[in-house]
């Protein structure tokens, strides 16, 4: 018998350690899989599946389910877009929330700065519920009522909380109004810890009329005054006629070809699509695939086009109350200007678009879901920052968004993440803000082999773009791609933000020699992708950002 010394045995441990963190393996499956930001969801959407439910009953139920354990940022009282193949074509769907009737261009301008981000004034009519309805009513199998049992039993029974969602309840403290204290914390002194059990009775009800009387159960009755009351108590001005006349919008895809591939893009009121079609038409003319994947030509080309594709965002508005100038910003001579500007060599910033004198939260969530006959899902909601704008609904314990902060509400100056909005994102009544949310789908061969899209504020449109390029040039696994180490420029600030620790300090000394101002941003901060693909062998296969919490599943 060999003896094996205790030094090179810790040794051989420890190469085992290095060698299996490297690389994780996706998940597979051969029928559907889910990629959400919590095991219940993922749980709830595979149990809908197995009791003979379709691809849109399954997101339906993953959902719901998230609006009880992701309440920080998948509350009913949030907003969003999905991107939906059933085998006919892509529809988009746009539930983003909407700016109250009492609102005008010049709502904030008399107003203490933070108002559109903290209480009533910062909440926009909510779109979840709605938009949940409208994909069941179009696409739906089962019965809208038996999509609801596992959120209802866990509001009532309970969730263990998340060290994530915990930390976010903790945050909060300070800008929660009564209610939130007392439905997300034990006292008002104490938060959930990690592990312990949050149940929610008081949504439990909520969606029990959701259930029953179906949108309405939201829009009109007990809730729509809970939450009217709620928010004009907080300083806001939702009232109940807001709420009952809000509505969905069916719209049409922006649409790329890239690689032998279609992509399928979220339009405005989404900053996204225009900004990742602009990224791949320049990916094209650049010559950026010549380049060695993580070392200072790709990258110093890669924040550059992204710089490019960002400058038009600012033209871009809700598409009701804006005529966004895609003939100018997507047209063919301007990508072709856009990529002649780019110098190899060194970093070079244009001026700023301006349509006239004028002037985004990392809380959001994603799920994507696929299947073997090529049905997809890409479904973004966000309450914009974390636990929105820290109002809660007092009867009812909704967290309420503070998506008004996403509007031009002070012309000339930058938004919480940044981001300096144009006059097309004035705040009007009815008119929703413009987003980065980017959910996306990619085909090939008439049949969806990809869905995916991001948490994140604009580092979402960055995430999604270097997710897809990852996989179709660098030729990564939809794990791998996910994980990798990625950037993020958005042409205001004129800086790289590059994932902190993940670039030696040489390449991050050549990105400065270029003339990049680099900044270094905690992993969780450069948007946290959920994905799922049909790989080369035919399975499906999941995976899910680990700069967040996440699970996949399916069969």
């Given at each position: 018998m060999s003896i094996v010394s205790p030094v090179r045995r810790i040794l051989f441990v420890f190469t085992l350690c290095l060698a299996s963190a490297a690389h994780a393996v996706?998940?597979?499956?051969?029928?559907?899989?889910?990629?959400?930001?919590?095991?219940?969801?993922?749980?709830?959407?595979?149990?809908?599946?197995?009791?003979?439910?379709?691809?849109?009953?399954?997101?339906?139920?993953?959902?719901?389910?998230?609006?009880v354990t992701n309440p920080s940022n998948a509350s009913?009282?949030?907003?969003?877009?999905?991107?939906?193949?059933?085998?006919?074509?892509?529809?988009?769907?746009?539930?983003?929330?909407?700016?109250?009737?009492?609102?005008?261009?010049?709502?904030?301008?008399?107003?203490?700065?933070?108002?559109?981000?903290?209480?009533?004034?910062?909440?926009?009519?909510?779109?979840?519920?709605a938009g949940l309805w409208a994909m069941h009513r179009k696409y739906g199998k089962l019965k809208w009522q038996e999509l609801f049992d596992a959120a209802m039993k866990l509001a009532n029974d309970g969730i263990e909380f998340s060290g994530t969602e915990s930390r976010y309840a903790e945050s909060q403290r300070e800008r929660f109004n009564p209610a939130g204290l007392r439905h997300f914390y034990k006292t008002p002194e104490q938060h959930y810890l990690p592990g312990?059990?949050?149940?929610?009775?008081?949504?439990?009800?909520?969606?029990?009329?959701?259930?029953?009387?179906?949108?309405?159960?939201?829009y009109r009755g007990d809730v729509a005054r809970d939450i009217a009351a709620t928010v004009q108590a907080s300083g806001g001005?939702?009232?109940?006629?807001?709420?009952?006349?809000?509505?969905?919008?069916?719209?049409?895809?922006?649409?790329?070809?890239?690689?032998?591939?279609?992509?399928?893009m979220m339009p405005p009121p989404s900053s996204g699509g225009a900004v990742i079609k602009t990224a791949f038409e320049l990916f094209d003319r650049v010559g950026i695939e010549q380049h060695a994947p993580l070392g200072v030509d790709e990258l110093h080309l890669l924040a550059e086009v992204l710089n490019r594709a960002f400058r038009g965002?600012?033209?871009?508005?809700?598409?009701?109350?804006?005529?966004?100038?895609?003939?100018?910003?997507?047209?063919?001579?301007?990508?072709?200007?856009?990529?002649?500007?780019i110098d190899p060599g060194k970093a070079v910033q244009l001026a700023p678009l301006v349509d006239k004198p004028a002037d985004d939260s990392s809380e959001t969530t994603q799920f994507s879901i696929l299947d073997a006959e090529g049905n997809a899902i890409s479904l973004t909601v966000t309450l914009n920052g974390s636990y929105g704008s820290g109002v809660?609904?007092?009867?009812?314990?909704?967290?309420?968004?503070?998506?008004?902060?996403?509007?031009?509400?002070r012309p000339g100056e930058p938004n919480m993440f940044g981001l300096v909005q144009g006059y097309g994102n004035r705040v009007q009544p009815g008119k929703r803000p413009l987003s980065s949310m980017s959910p996306t789908l990619i085909e090939k061969d008439g049949r969806i082999v990809m869905t995916l899209g991001a948490?994140?504020?604009?580092?979402?449109?960055?995430?999604?773009?270097?997710?897809?390029?990852?996989?179709?040039?660098?030729?990564?696994?939809?794990?791998?791609?996910?994980?990798?180490?990625?950037?993020?420029?958005?042409f205001l600030p004129n800086k790289l933000y590059l994932d902190e620790f993940?670039?030696?300090?040489?390449?991050?000394?050549?990105?400065?020699r270029r003339g990049h101002e680099t900044v270094p941003q905690q992993p969780s901060y450069l948007g946290r992708i959920k994905a799922v693909r049909l790989n080369e062998k035919n399975y499906l296969e999941a995976a899910y950002d680990n700069r967040s919490e996440g699970a996949v599943g399916g069969y």
């Open positions: 996706p998940a597979e499956g051969t029928k559907i899989m889910i990629s959400a930001p919590s095991d219940y969801a993922v749980d709830a959407g595979k149990a809908v599946y197995a009791s003979g439910g379709n691809l849109i009953d399954v997101a339906v139920a993953v959902g719901l389910t998230l609006s009913l009282g949030g907003g969003g877009f999905a991107l939906i193949s059933m085998g006919q074509g892509v529809d988009v769907l746009d539930f983003r929330e909407a700016a109250p009737a009492a609102t005008s261009p010049e709502f904030y301008l008399d107003k203490a700065r933070g108002s559109s981000w903290n209480g009533g004034t910062a909440v926009g009519v909510p779109g979840v519920p312990e059990v949050l149940r929610q009775p008081a949504l439990a009800q909520a969606l029990q009329k959701l259930r029953d009387q179906g949108p309405d159960g939201f001005v939702i009232t109940e006629a807001d709420l009952a006349g809000y509505r969905v919008r069916w719209l049409e895809p922006l649409q790329t070809t890239f690689k032998g591939h279609k992509l399928y965002r600012s033209l871009l508005g809700d598409p009701d109350y804006h005529d966004n100038p895609f003939d100018q910003i997507l047209a063919p001579a301007y990508i072709e200007e856009m990529a002649r500007s809660v609904a007092d009867k009812f314990g909704i967290s309420l968004n503070n998506e008004m902060d996403d509007f031009t509400t948490a994140g504020g604009p580092r979402i449109i960055s995430s999604v773009i270097q997710t897809i390029y990852r996989v179709l040039v660098t030729g990564l696994d939809l794990d791998r791609a996910v994980q990798f180490p990625r950037l993020h420029q958005q993940k670039f030696s300090p040489e390449v991050v000394a050549g990105l400065q």
